[in-house]
Structures are given as structure tokens and as C-alpha cells.
């Protein structure tokens, strides 16, 4: 588990870093530059449908990065995606395609993996890569149990590989300079942190009855650790996370990116208590298990913080769909993607006000850039958001799902590192893995 310290060490690397600028690149620029042999780094990705084939290309438009194998559980995304990665460069070698990861791990030219699949297949996935002696880019939340996220962390470790958390939020730079503006302390005592996240264009699937898997999917090993069903076109895909056995809601799809700035801002580490309340109210006729509304409160020593998430609606905090608020005694700081603004406090006699700074760069492309040079310095620190760091802000979003499925206010040991209630320990710490597949011993 990472304890305070060791996120706040990890958490300063804002201040600087290894980072290739990404001024003047062109898409897959890789194909357009020539680098020394020893600068070359041969990439693969598993899990290709969405926020994996994203990574992919965001990886591509770093020089000397190139693409060498492709693996997805289903053939037709497979295929779909080496013939449109074949048209990048038709002069290089034929990309090899794999149904299964663990054949792709045996590929000894492969430098580094891109692990895009849903979440219940992170951490067997991440593990296995480093085990092959594979430098990771995992997609987050890097576990789907504070278990994985303990064991993920653990063979980083022993492996001693490159492992980067997909929250590409921390390579962009208006996120950088609200925190900063943060600590500097005009904004006053800060007693309360909001999070929100309300996502219109969200909606789980229909309900309709299993079916047989469409031709070309292996859904066994899409399934893998996960418990033995039928296939379900509304469980399938890109709506695998409103289901507990593959993750864990906006909580955990949208929250580890947000709450991941609350607690840089705050300098925190794990809460005191947290409890939730929610339910599937704005849905009720849909196919999902997680929470489509959710509230939940964590506490800290010396603040509180709120986490608010809505489908189906837009109109969150602040006029904003998503975001970030330090409320402080002279004004307050809103923060998300499109950029951060100071509201004044009208009765502090040290009202701060800011107007609205955009963003004016790419996350994803600039999180990529710095996991490249850190495989190519070896100087792990610079990393922007390691496997700890990963780990850290997937455990607190797990503590907040735990909370509303137990229906109880939760106390955090702070000593063991655990809940206080073993009976909650015993119930939710680890998945359990079906099918044969087990988590590897580390050591």
C-alpha cells in the first residue's frame, strides 16, 4: 500500500522531469524521423478497441517508437486495427497479431507493452509483461481491487521495469499550475475539496437476453479471471465497467483521474473514514450493477472531500460536466479539463480572483513522451505517474465503491494500512480469480 510519504514523494515530481517536447511533432512521427539503433524502442498493445488503440497512436507520434505486435480477444478489432496501422508505414515489417497476451509476451523484440483491456485483466497483465522483462504502460485504474493494486505495485518493484499509469492528466500543464497556485496558500485555509463528475453521454446498455459471442470473439479469454458467464452484448465492450466483476463505475473509470488532483492539491495520503450513498436511479431499466448516481465523503484530518457522480445528466458543479474545487477561505479553484479559473470569496477581506487559464496542450501525447524517456534515461523518478502513485489514487476510489456496496461508514487503520473492520477486509481486499488464473507469487 502507498503510504503518505512515499505519495508525496512521488506526487513533487511535478516540478520537473525528462520530457521530449512535443512541439512540431506530426502524427506518428516515428515513421518520419531516423534515430540511432539504440534509441529505437519496439512497442506492443493489448487490448486495441478504445482507450488501448488511443494510447497506441499517442505513442506513435514519439520519435523512434515503433509498433510491432497487436493483441485483442476479438478478431475482428484485431484485424481491423493492423490493416489501419499497416497503412502508416507499408514499407515496415508486417505487424504480428496475437489472441493471446501470453504469446505476445514471448516476442523478444518487444521493448514495451500497452495494456488497453478492461480493467479485471490490469494487473494479471501488467505483472506477466514485467515478469518477460516488458517496460508497461498501463491503462487506469491500474487494479480492480486494492489487492491487485498491492501486488502490481509489488512487482514493479522486484522487476525494477518502467511502469506508467495511463492518468495522462499529470503531464498536462494547466493541471500542473492550478496545484502549484494551490500551495502557494493565497486561496486560504482550504476546508473542503468537491469532485464531480456528471457525464451526459453516458448511458449503460439495454437489456437483452445472452446470446452466443460474435464470430471472431473469444469471450472465455476476454472473461479470464473473471467469474464464468454467458455472453451478454450489454456487459461486452466498451460497457464492461458498469459491471463489479470488470470494474467499478465512474468511481473508478472518471475518479482516478480526478480525485487524483484532489489529493496532489491537498498533499494527502489515505482518509480516516469514507462512506457513500447512491443508486441506480437514473437508469433503473438499463444493464448495469454500479452506481449511476453517487455520494461519497471522505475524511481527512484537517478536510473533507466530496465525490458527486451523475449519468445522463451534464450540469454539474460550477456550470461544469467534470471537475475539480478547492474551497478555500478567500476564493475557490475550479479546475478540469478545458482549464482552471479563482473565484473570489466576496467576504474575505483577501479575496483572490483568477481569470480562466485554457488548456493549451495534449495530455495523452505528453504522457507518452515522458514514458518513453524514461525507459530510454532509466531514471525512474522522473516518471510521471508511477505504478505507487497509480496504486494510491485506485485504492482510494476503491475504498469509496467498497463504502456504498457495504452500506457502511468505513474507518481506515492507518497503522496496518487496512480497514479497521477485518469482516471488510476478508469480504472486499482481493477479487477472486476464476478459470484458473491466479496473481503470481512476487519474489
Known sequence: MTNRRTFLKHSSLFAGGLVLSSSGNKTFAAFQRRLAASDQLNIAAIGINGMGWSNVKAALKVPGVNLVA????????????????????????????????????????????????????????????????????????????????????????????????????????????????????????????????????????????????????????????????SFNSSRFHFNFRWFWDYAGGLMTDWGVHLLDYAMIGMKAGMPKSVSALGGRFAYPDLYEETPDTLTTLYEFDEFNLVWDSAMGIDNGSYNRDHGIAFIGNNGTLVLNRGGWEVLEERRSDKKVSKPLEKSVDNGLDKHFENFVSVIRSGKQDDLHCSIQDGAHIATIAQLGNIAFRSGQKLNWDARKDRFADEKINKQYWMKEYHNGYKLPKIG
Open 70 to 229: 497487436l493483441c485483442d480477444v476479438d478478431k475482428n478489432v484485431l484485424d481491423k486495427r493492423a490493416d489501419e496501422a499497416s497503412k502508416w508505414n507499408p514499407s515496415a515489417p508486417a505487424i504480428k497479431k496475437y489472441s493471446d497476451y501470453r504469446q505476445l509476451l514471448e516476442q523478444k523484440d518487444i521493448d514495451a507493452v500497452i495494456i488497453g483491456t478492461p480493467d479485471h485483466w490490469h494487473a494479471l497483465q501488467m505483472i506477466h509483461a514485467c515478469q518477460a522483462g516488458k517496460h508497461v504502460y498501463v491503462e487506469k485504474p491500474v487494479g480492480n481491487s486494492i489487492g491487485e493494486c498491492n501486488s502490481m505495485v509489488a512487482a514493479q518493484r522486484y522487476y525494477k521495469k518502467v511502469v506508467q499509469a495511463g492518468q495522462w492528466q499529470r503531464s498536462q500543464q494547466h493541471f500542473r499550475d492550478a496545484v502549484d497556485f494551490v500551495h502557494n496558500g493565497q486561496l486560504g485555509n482550504i476546508r473542503t475539496v468537491k469532485v464531480w463528475c456528471y457525464q451526459g453521454w453516458m448511458k449503460p446498455g439495454a437489456m437483452v437476453p445472452d446470446s452466443s459471442a460474435p464470430a471472431g470473439v473469444d469471450f472465455a479469454q476476454w472473461l479470464g479471471p473473471a467469474p464464468m458467464r
